[in-house]
């Protein structure tokens, strides 16, 4: 199995940046694609980014410009650096990761989420 431990959130200003980072450990082989969700009290879990394996991005719209998600294979390690933050990105921000092709029977992995707080 895999187990993900998030890290770097904090409170910020509006404007300001910040960098989370998700370490993977355990059978790290396997993972696939990674990403990171987020989730504000009485909202949905809402999708923010993705990146595969070979490095092939998404964004939500809303952060579109403003974030951007890498991952090190060699550290097993995928970051979100989000610039430009606004008082809406206040969440709780989960790392995940997926088992990769060919790997069955496994399911999605979830980091503990970390909080990000931005004040107006």
């Known amino acids: 199995q895999v187990q993900l431990v998030e890290s770097g959130g904090n409170l910020v200003q509006a404007g300001g940046s910040l960098r989370l980072s998700c370490a993977a450990s355990g059978s790290t082989f396997s993972i696939g694609a990674m990403g990171w969700y987020r989730q504000a009290p009485g909202k949905e879990r809402d999708l923010v980014a993705t990146?595969?394996?070979?490095?092939?991005?998404n964004y939500a719209d809303s952060v579109k410009g403003r974030f951007t998600i890498s991952r090190d294979n060699t550290k097993n390690t995928v970051y979100l650096q989000m610039s430009g933050l606004k008082p809406e990105d206040t969440a709780v921000y989960y790392c995940?990761?997926?088992?990769?092709?060919?790997?069955?029977?496994?399911?999605?992995?979830w980091g503990q989420g970390t909080q990000v707080t931005v004040s107006s």
């Open positions: 990146i595969t394996r070979g490095g092939t991005r």
């Open positions: 995940y990761a997926d088992p990769g092709p060919y790997i069955y029977n496994s399911a999605r992995s």
